[in-house]
């Protein structure tokens, strides 16, 4: 069936995936990527499918509500896949209003631009919005987020994204709108903006520089491969229940230093060095203020209902990841430019 489906923040790390895999796969499907190219915005993520005929890109900002109106006014759309947000927990930290005014702000201008192009013609609608398993705070040593966990966010970041997903269902159940809300662990894989942690180890061991481990590196992430998020996103988009949430995850916890230790591992072996040898660049810093100790997903809602598993193994994600960074120079050098040279220094150097 053809469908206009408008995707915002398809530029970054997740939303090029997303839509690399909906042009890809569904040639009926017009993608129009909206993305204000920030510093985490990216065209190269996508190079190699800019000149397909289903897809389109139009720079915009999700802040800017005339525009966003004329826009839905352009475009008839019949389904909107949001990702587009402020993403790195260390930014919100030293400057929240960012992510106030993109993640909470630019969310509503797009769920008011739906209810009004969608008032009486909601049916095979949707609003998907994407969201953290942030929103439910830290855990302890033991339990699993599900999607009856109470939202408590704790950073700017995850207090901008629950703030959005309340938007989300409060557009839902008073004004009717069709919105899904997904909730999924952290994501590694090629094109991540190197400020997360893995591409930033890998980077760091590449250029044999420290590699920054918060506190004592006990925090436990559960990781998922980008890859994974997006055929997640693909089955709720097309077989989720609308009102409904969807938690995602790769059942695949790790303790931040052995992470790091393993990514050491692979990395040290790719580039013929010695075994042990960028373990050494290992340094704890500073703790990160009010960092979260441990987020981990119970998957069985989206496994059992959807159908959906995470088909990448940590092993041979993390190997694929490593190549990709270490193979892509160009898209890396791209990157470490005027921005993260400032950003770097700030967070790491000059504390
Ligand atoms: P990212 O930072 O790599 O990409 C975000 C994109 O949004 C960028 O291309 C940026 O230019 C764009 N953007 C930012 N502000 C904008 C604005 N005002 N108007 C238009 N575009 C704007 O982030 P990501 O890691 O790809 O995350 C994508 C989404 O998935 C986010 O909503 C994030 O909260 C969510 N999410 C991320 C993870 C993760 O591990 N990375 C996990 C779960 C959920
Ligand atoms: P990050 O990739 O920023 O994702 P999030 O904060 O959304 O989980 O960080 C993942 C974990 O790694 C988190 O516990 C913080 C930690 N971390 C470090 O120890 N050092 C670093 O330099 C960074 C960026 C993160």
């Given at each position: 069936m053809?469908?206009i489906i408008l995707?915002?923040g398809?530029?970054g790390?997740i ?9 890809n796969?569904?040639p009926?499907?017009?993608i ?7 510093y ?6 996508l ?15 999700i ?5 966003i109106?004329e826009?839905?006014?352009r ?6 896949i949001?990702?587009?947000?402020e ?12 992510f ?8 509503v ?8 192009r969608?008032t ?7 609003f ?7 929103v439910y ?14 939202y ?15 938007m ?18 952290n994501?590694y ?9 893995i591409?930033?180890?890998?980077n760091n061991i ?9 506190g ?23 077989k ?46 500073k ?11 119970d998957?069985?809602k989206i ?27 160009r ?8 921005d993260?040279?400032?950003?770097y ?7």
């Amino acid at each position: 069936m053809e469908k206009i489906i408008l995707v915002t923040g398809g530029a970054g790390f997740i939303g090029s995936h997303l839509v690399r895999r909906f042009v890809n796969r569904y040639p009926d499907y017009s993608i129009v990527n909206l993305d204000k190219l920030t510093y985490a915005g990216n065209l190269l993520n996508l190079k190699d499918i800019e000149q397909k005929k289903n897809y389109s890109f139009i720079k915009g900002d999700i802040t800017d509500s005339a525009f966003i109106d004329e826009l839905f006014g352009r475009y008839c759309f019949d389904a909107v896949i949001h990702l587009a947000a402020e993403s790195h927990v260390d930014r919100s930290i030293d400057g929240p209003m960012p992510f106030i005014n993109t993640n909470i702000t630019g969310t509503v201008n797009l769920l008011n631009a739906a209810r009004s192009r969608w008032t009486g013609i909601q049916e095979d609608k949707l609003f998907l919005h994407i969201s953290t398993d942030e929103v439910y705070g830290s855990l302890g040593d033991r339990g699993l987020f599900t999607e009856e966990t109470a939202y408590d966010p704790r950073s700017p970041y995850s207090a901008s994204k629950a703030s959005s997903d309340h938007m989300v269902m409060a557009w839902h159940h008073t004004y009717k709108l069709p919105v899904i809300i997904s909730n999924c662990s952290n994501n590694y894989g090629p094109n991540q903006f190197p400020e997360k942690l893995i591409p930033l180890v890998i980077n760091n061991i590449r250029a044999n520089r420290n590699i920054p481990v918060y506190g004592k590196g006990e925090n436990i992430r559960d990781w998922i491969y980008v890859e994974d998020h997006a055929a997640a996103i693909d089955v709720i988009f097309h077989k989720g229940k609308t009102g409904e949430t969807y938690n995602v995850g790769g059942n695949n916890e790790w303790r931040n230093i052995d992470l790091v230790k393993l990514i050491c591992t692979i990395t040290d072996k790719k580039l013929g060095r010695k075994p042990g040898s960028s373990e050494k660049l290992i340094t704890f810093v500073k703790d990160r203020a009010g960092h979260d100790l441990r987020y981990a997903i119970d998957n069985s809602k989206i496994t059992g209902k959807l159908g959906w598993k995470p088909s990448v193994s940590f092993e041979k994600g993390l190997e694929k990841t490593v190549n990709w960074y270490l193979e892509n120079d160009r898209w890396m050098q791209g990157v470490l430019t005027g921005d993260y040279k400032s950003y770097y220094r700030k967070q790491y150097l000059d504390r």
